[in-house]
Each structure stands twice: as structure tokens, then as C-alpha cells.
T-cell receptor
Framework: GAVVSQHPSRVICKSGTSVKIECRSLDFQATTMFWYRQFPKQSLMLMAT?????????EQGVEKDKFLINHASLTLSTLTVTSAHPEDSSFYIC???????????FGPGTRLTVT | SQQGEEDPQALSIQEGENATMNCSYKTSINNLQWYRQNSGRGLVHLIL?????REKHSGRLRVTLDTSKKSSSLLITASRAADTASYFCATEISGNNRLAFGKGNQVVVIP
């Protein structure tokens, strides 16, 4: 089956710094990838749609200047949490799917802890 | 906004028993998907049922979809300890693979 990877799996950073998370589709090309955030014991919340070669589309309430998304190639999207604060601590998960597959494949997630 | 919403449940069952969980949603859908998440991990796609399907099987999984009631159920038969996980349903937002997830059901299978 299709594989999506994320890096890093876990990151701890100090408040005020920026953190970059990578999402890669390993065996298919993805013109679109999705970024979700999950707080402990809660469900996933869609943050934004990453579009290859164009600007990301953000969900209502998500600050685009804080969560920078770049989709520079058909297999890589990056999410940068800028000026991170403790409330940004969360589990960030990306997904992608082969064209016309109808289903999404999720990365293993990145645990971000901001101290 | 969340379109897929399960009745929040925390199931604790004995190995070998069946586990049933439900999901309701609010708008029309193209399909509904179920995912499993082990603690602290990513999601694993379990099954997708299209809006013109009423029931679908995959191994020990059985999914039903009632579009008139805007609800779905996931049945895991003959549960195993390895089935211990959280289970989420998800529906597409606007038909472009953007997913809205429900609250999730935590299932604990006791060996």
C-alpha cells in the first residue's frame, strides 16, 4: 500500500523558535497533502490543504502566518510552526493519497512539545 | 466543522467478543471511512464505504451505512488484544479528500 512518512517523529523546542515538519509520499506523487493537528485524547482537526506549486488553503481559525506550508515537489510538503508557544504543543499528522484512490494514507505523526 | 461524529464511547470488552461503534454525520457524503489509531501513532485506513453501499466487509470488520439516518456503524468480530486502539470515522468535506473526523471511540480488548 501507499506509504507516507513524516520527519521528525518527535521534537522538543523552546518557546519562540520555529520548527519544520516534513511529510513525504514515498511511492506515489501527491499534488495535494493535508495537515491535521490532534490534541491529547481528542480527534484530528484539519488545519490546511497543501497544494503542489501553489498556496496552501487554510481552514477557518488556522493562522497561515503561524503555520507556514510549502509543497515544493510532488512528494514533499513541509509545515513550519513559527514562533512556537506551549499551546502549539500537539501531535501533527499529514496525509496524502494517490490520485483517484478515494482514501488517504496518513503519516506516523510528529509529536511537538514546546517548552 | 466536524461532519463525522461518533457517539463518544469507551468500550472495554473481553477478547473474542464483538465490538460495535457508531458514527453520525450531518451533510451528504460521497463516502465514509473508518480509521484506527494506536496510542501515539498515525492513522491506519480500515475501510471505505461509498454512499451507494449499505454494507461492506473486510476480514473481521463489518461496516454499515444508512444515508437516510446519516449514520454508520463499525463492527469488529472476534476481537483480539491487538484491536485495542481508537477508532475514528471520517467524511469528506466538499469531495476533495479533505476529511472531517469524528470524536473517536476508544476500544480496549482485555486478553
Amino acid at each position: 500500500g501507499a506509504v507516507v512518512s513524516q520527519h521528525p517523529s518527535r521534537v522538543i523546542c523552546k518557546s519562540g523558535t520555529s520548527v519544520k515538519i516534513e511529510c513525504r509520499s514515498l511511492d506515489f506523487q501527491a499534488t495535494t497533502m493535508f495537515w491535521y493537528r490532534q490534541f491529547p485524547k481528542q480527534s484530528l482537526m484539519l488545519m490546511a490543504t497543501s497544494n503542489e506549486g501553489s498556496k496552501a488553503t487554510y481552514e477557518q481559525g488556522v493562522e497561515k502566518d503561524k503555520f507556514l506550508i510549502n509543497h515544493a515537489s510532488l512528494t514533499l510538503s513541509t509545515l513550519t510552526v513559527t514562533s512556537a508557544h506551549p499551546e502549539d504543543s500537539s501531535f501533527y499528522i499529514c496525509s496524502a493519497g494517490p490520485p483517484a484512490a478515494g482514501e488517504q494514507y496518513f503519516g506516523p505523526g510528529t509529536r511537538l512539545t514546546v517548552t | 466543522s466536524q461532519q463525522g461524529e461518533e457517539d463518544p464511547q469507551a468500550l472495554s470488552i473481553q477478547e473474542g467478543e464483538n465490538a460495535t461503534m457508531n458514527c453520525s454525520y450531518k451533510t451528504s457524503i460521497n463516502n465514509l471511512q473508518w480509521y484506527r489509531q494506536n496510542s501515539g501513532r498515525g492513522l491506519v485506513h480500515l475501510i471505505l464505504i461509498r454512499s451507494n453501499e449499505r454494507e461492506k466487509h473486510s476480514g473481521r470488520l463489518r461496516v454499515t451505512l444508512d444515508t437516510s439516518k446519516k449514520s454508520s456503524s463499525l463492527l469488529i468480530t472476534a476481537s483480539r488484544a491487538a484491536d485495542t486502539a481508537s477508532y475514528f470515522c471520517a467524511t469528506e468535506i466538499s469531495g476533495n479528500n479533505r476529511l472531517a473526523f469524528g470524536k473517536g471511540n476508544q476500544v480496549v480488548v482485555i486478553p
